[in-house]
Each structure stands twice: as C-alpha cells, then as structure tokens.
C-alpha cells in the first residue's frame, strides 16, 4: 500500500508552560509527520526534523531540553513527551520538525528516587543521550545543585567516504601498535600542526608507515571527562579516557576544531587516511563502567534513566556491584544494555570504519546480573556471531578487577561444537609474565618460554583456537614502558597523588644495578640489550604481535607504572627520542618487516614438531645450548628453538626461511652448538642483541655465517637468530 507522506496530524511537539518559550527561531516550525519513528535510539535526522528516541521503563515523565550554545546553564526550550502519543512500550519517542544537525540537547526524566528498588531519578538532572553521537562544552557550575554535563549534539553521519572500506586483513598477518591520540603528538617535539588531536596523528602516519605496523589500538577514544561535575579542572584526570560519557560519541578532546560536532569529521577523516595508508583501527572500548561512579557519585545518564536496568546492583539495589573497580558495572547480559552494546559495535564498524575492537575488562560481559560467570554469556556469544561485525578483529583483555582471569578460556564453548568459528582472540597475560619471567633469569622458565615462542597452544588449542588468536605483548599502557621495564625494580607513582599506593606491585622488572636512569655504561648496556632481546622475542614470536607506542624508541614515564593521570611530558611521547635512539629504532623496523615477509613466525595452525612436507625440517624443533635435547624439569636456563620453513605454495616465489633463534637469559658468556642435523644449512646472521648496531640485526638478511664448527659463543643475556632460505 501506498503512504501518503503529506499527510499530517495536527498533534505538534509539546512546549511546557514556564520551561520553554513560544515556537522560537531555532527552528522553523512545521506539522509533525503522521508516521512516527519509535526506533532507533538517539537523536535520530530525518528530512523535516528529528526525532528523539529513549529507553525508561520506569519513568513517569520524560523531556527533551534543547540549547542554543554549549556554554548556556539553561535550556531556550523544553520539550515535553506526551505519555500517550509518544511512547512505545518502555521507548518514548518524539519528532521534533523543522530541527537540523547541530541542535545541542539534554534528556530530562522523573520518576522514584527510591535506592531499595534500584531506583535512581532526579527531576532536575540534566542528562546526556545514552545514543548520544557527540558531546560539546564542558561541566558547567553546579552552585545551585543541578549537574550540568556537556550537551549531547545533534548529528548527521553524512561523510565523504570516497570509497574507502575495511581492509579485512588476516590477523595473523597483524602487527598492532598501541597508542594514546593526545599522547602521540601533544608534545612540542612531535611537530604537527595539530597536536593531541585526530587530525595530529593523520600527520604522523608516515611514521607509522615507515615503522611497519598494519594496525593501531587507539586507547578509549569514545567521550569521558575533562572537567569535574562542577566545572573544574579534574586534578587526577581520567587521562586515558576509561571513564565513559558516551559510548557512540567520539571524545571532543581529540577535535582540532571547536564547533560542536567537529569530533565526528575529524575522526572520519583519520580512519579514512589510515585505510589509505593500508592501516587497520582498532579501538579500545570500555563496556564495564561508567563515569557516574557508584551510589554516592552523580546522575548524568544512565542512572537518571534506568538505573537498575544499565547497572548490576546489590543489597536490593542501594549498593552497585564494582568488579570494574571504578565504581560501578554495567549490566552488559541484561537484553537492554546488551543491545546497546550492539548498537554501539556497529554504530563504530558502520558509521566510522573501523576495523575492530579491543575490549577493556572483557571478562565483566562474562557475568550474569548477579555478577556469577556464564559458561556461555550471551552478550560475548552474540559479539562474535553479529553479522556487521563479522569482518573485525574482536580481542578481549580476559580478566576484570574482582579476580576474573580467563586467559585461554574466554568465549570457549562449553561443549564440543563442530560448527564453532572461533572468533575471539585474547591479550595473553601469560606471554607477558613468561617472558618477563625467563629474560629476567628466574629459573624453571625453558618450557614456558619454548610454549610461549610456539603460539600458547597450551592455552588455544583445546579451545578450538589458533595461534593468531593469541595477542602477545611484554609492555601495555598498563604498567611499565620497555624501557623502564629494564630500568626500575619497583613503580614510582607518587605524582599520582596516592601515595604510590596504586598501579601493580608485581612487574617482574629488574633495574640491572641502578634504580632509574644512569650514566653508567655497563648497566645501559644490559639494558639496551634485554630491550632488544623483548622485541626479538615479541616479533619472532607466533601469535600476534602488540607493541606499545614509544616501546621502539626507549619511551620512559620516569618508573611510573600506572600514568592514567600523567597528562604532561610524562606520558607524551618524546619525538626527540625517535632520533636519539635511532639504531633501536632500525632494530625495530627490520624485525616487523621480517614477520610481515616470513609466515614461518605467525604460522596459522599450532606447531606439531613434523615436517610439512616429507624430507623437509620439522616445523619445529626445540635444542639446549649443547645442541641435544632439552632437560624441561632440569636447571638449565639456554634454549634453541628451530622452525622449519613454511613451503611455498608457488614455486615460482622466493623461498621462505628457516629460523633459529638462541636464547641465553644467564649473566655470564656461554657455549652454544648449533644441533648436528643443520650444520650443513647456509645459516646467515639476523639478529645478535649483544653486537653493537648495525652489526645488530641485517634487515636483508645477509649477515655472517656461524663458525664452521657450529660453535660459538653467546654473550650474557642475549638472543642470537639465524635465518636461511628453504632449499
């Protein structure tokens, strides 16, 4: 059947007596349209206005208050929802006409404040959309009471993609780089035009083109907040950004421009380049809290509209559940909220490109609304089978901070499934400790280093897993820098203002002889080296490899292990250090184009110790120092790893490699023998940690050739890797 779009009925928006104003000139006034929109959520853009659409079950009244700046305290206009025309079931929706992108908003709801029930309203809140697709202005003074948080804007996805797609590239063949938008450039060194900004790292992608990575994990980039609810600089700022305002909003602290909304461009702007420049984005995204904190923080949104659905609660609602350790926990297995998580995934995939996720405490969306965890959560299960996500990297940090740790175990059936596709991979905290652990020199670590190097298939592989889906990493933003990994025995947080109470106690660090920086040659020296060991390591490595913005170039934060706060030159990145650590930076660069070249070091399939093919090497072989099998009950800290070349599938391409790399954590020289099965293999030097550059790593792959005994002598603390051409 036919819909007559002209026709109308005479029932306009409802202006409220003594809060809103007669039909003003923000917006020319027209008939509201017959067919209302009750979905999606948000402030939706339709050609003759806008529609306004949220979930409350239990609110009695609900408004929408509009504003003409970002600075005004007061709305110019308030618009009422009438309980029978504009409500669907628990969803109120009002068409406002004539309204255009730009608008700048507030929600406002009633109902019971009654904490035993889980009941959270505020009359006078102003609150921001939970759909909300962008944030202007700050906190403004809150003197008689009434929190005023930023304005929500009105906006229109329209961008100019010119084409651009997602570059669905395989994760084993990912390289990620980690990095913080305002941290990245806000420094004086950096250079750019527009520094802390999107648009400052869209002049730095050369930088990353030249270093090698194919993916950056930008840390929380959805909305959080700058000023305090009263409009004060925060004097511990949530600097890292894992305090969400709005999820769907990007964070207009990153924007090069002031109007509202220009967030929404820019960001655009940089996924686009990215893709230009063949880079993936992933982003860091935070659905375990929120910044509304626990019972004695403020209303700003979801407690305003739906506090006992959008949070777990405890002691019959007045308390909130804090698995997060912030406060309080999303209820991200209640339909509701797990409904906006999907919303909010697909709003980032569709409307901005982007490549994939990381998930921040994963494990809280692993519990039910009583915070036990689910063998087979739903919200976790129906991430990995959306369809619009199908083509993104899903990765999830499996741990939360109340003593949930499923390292090897997160999203594994519970049950056999011949028609489960592993989609989740998983930041692999146990990479990070075994290999912190074996280059420190603690002892019994030779078979965790070996399972570690293989791919932690003691960890995958039962789970239906591959390699790939293990994200390996010996530094995050979460703890030490590299260099100041090798550098400080304990953290130094006391300009974090807590006493240097916070951020880990246990990082399995060594100082080598001094606490924090030194002249003293001998001691840089190990350093330089156990830093080039970690990133040898990292990127020989099967598995997929994380490296930390800045790790390439000796980024230091001063022994401060937990910079969440640190917005200034202790967090920045220092482009000064890019050519004072040049030779680091060589060092670094030729490792990942050898990964992204050589698909024997991120093999798709679990090491079996056969040949590939018959008569070739087995895929992997594990020696001691003496070149004889190795002792893994045993004292005996050497380790050689051997890996057979992956053959070619095209015989007419260059030949794969074989690798084998030498691993001596001890603190004196030792002995190494090359195993008699390959020294009649034209072996050629790659890496030695402990040469002096350039005689360190030969990118082209044509160093020295081991003595013709096949012995030679690693120096302390040092990793030695041959390569040579599969016959």
């Known amino acids: 059947m036919a819909v007559d779009l002209n026709q109308w009925y005479p029932g306009e928006v409802k202006f409220v007596p003594g809060r809103s104003s007669e039909p003003s000139t923000m917006f020319e006034r027209l008939p509201s349209p017959k067919f209302t929109h009750p979905l999606p959520y948000g402030a939706i853009v339709h050609e003759a206005g806008v529609q306004f659409v949220v979930f409350s079950r239990s609110a009695t009244a609900m408004r929408v208050l509009l504003y003409e700046r970002s600075g005004d305290r007061e709305p110019t206009e308030t618009i009422e929802f009438d309980r029978d025309l504009n409500r669907w079931g628990d969803v109120w929706s009002v068409f406002v006409p004539g309204m255009r992108p730009g608008q700048l908003y507030h929600f406002q709801a009633e109902g019971p404040f009654d904490p035993r029930q889980g009941h959270r309203f505020d009359r006078q809140a102003r609150l921001i959309d939970p759909y909300a697709k962008a944030l202007a202005g700050h906190f403004l003074g809150a003197e008689d009471g009434v929190i005023r948080p930023p304005k929500c804007v009105v906006v229109d996805d329209e961008f100019d993609w010119q084409g651009d797609r997602h570059l669905r590239r395989d994760l084993s063949e990912t390289v990620i780089y980690e990095l913080h938008v305002r941290r990245f450039t806000k420094s004086r060194s950096s250079g750019v035009k527009h520094p802390g900004t999107y648009l400052g790292l869209v002049e730095k992608i050369s930088y990353l083109q030249s270093l090698g990575v194919t993916a950056v994990e930008l840390m929380p980039v959805h909305e959080f907040p700058i000023y305090d609810c009263i409009g004060q600089k925060l004097k511990r700022p949530n600097y890292w950004g894992y305090d969400p305002l709005a999820l769907f909003a990007p964070h207009r602290g990153y924007a090069a421009g002031s109007e509202p909304g220009a967030q929404v461009a820019e960001f655009k702007q940089m996924v686009r380049t990215m893709h230009q420049a063949g880079i993936e984005v992933i982003l860091d995204i935070v659905f375990n809290h929120t910044a509304e904190g626990n019972e004695k923080g403020p209303t700003l949104s979801f407690k305003g509209l739906e506090n006992q659905v959008y949070y777990m609660l405890a002691n019959g609602g007045r308390h909130y559940r804090n698995y997060s350790g912030c406060g309080n926990t999303l209820n991200g297995n209640h339909p509701v909220v797990r409904e906006m998580i999907f919303h909010c995934l697909r709003h980032w995939v569709h409307n901005y490109h982007v490549d994939g996720f990381r998930f921040d405490l994963a494990s809280i969306l692993s519990r039910d609304r009583d915070g036990k965890l689910l063998p087979n959560p739903p919200v976790v299960e129906s991430i990995a089978d959306d369809p619009l996500l199908a083509d993104t990297k899903i990765i999830a940090e499996a741990w939360d901070a109340a003593g949930a740790y499923q390292v090897g175990t997160f999203a594994s059936p519970p049950w056999p499934d011949s028609f489960y596709t592993p989609r989740w991979a998983e930041w692999n905290g146990r990479y990070r400790d075994d290999l912190r652990r074996f280059w420190r020199g603690d002892a019994r670590m030779v078979g965790a280093m070996a399972t570690r190097l293989a791919g932690s298939s003691d960890l995958y592989q039962s789970g239906g897993r591959l390699p790939y889906h293990s994200i390996n990493f010996v530094t995050s933003h979460d703890g030490f820098t590299l260099n100041d990994l090798v550098s400080y025995n304990q953290k130094h947080n006391e300009d974090n203002g807590e006493s240097n109470r916070d951020g880990d106690n246990n990082n399995l660090s060594a100082n080598y002889g001094v606490e924090g920086p030194t002249r003293r040659k001998t001691v840089e020296r190990v350093r330089l080296r156990q830093i080039k060991n970690f990133l040898a390591s990292l990127f020989l490595s099967q598995g997929v490899p994380m490296l930390p913005a800045g790790d390439e170039c000796r980024r230091t934060q001063r022994g401060n292990n937990n910079a969440y706060c640190q917005d200034n030159a202790t967090s920045w990145f220092d482009w000064r250090l890019v050519k004072k650590h040049d030779s680091l930076l060589r060092f670094c660069r030729a490792l990942i184009a050898f990964r992204l070249a050589e698909p024997t070091v991120r093999q798709e399939d679990f090491l079996t110790g056969q040949p590939k093919r018959p008569g070739r090497l087995p895929d992997v072989s594990w020696y001691d120092a003496r070149g004889g099998p190795v002792d893994w009950s ?82 302390s603390r040092s990793l030695v890797c041959y390569v040579a051409p599969d016959a």
């Open 634 to 715: 045993g004292q005996d800290r050497g380790l050689v790893c051997l890996l057979g070349a992956v053959p070619r599938a095209d015989r007419y391409a260059p030949p794969h490699h074989h690798v084998m790399l030498m691993c001596h954590p001890g603190v004196e020289p030792r002995e190494f023998h090359l195993p008699a099965v390959v020294r009649e293999i034209p072996w050629r030097l790659f890496i030695n940690t402990a040469a002096d550059p350039p005689g360190d790593v030969y990118p082209k792959l044509d160093g020295p050739s081991p003595p013709p005994k096949g012995d030679l002598t690693l120096e």
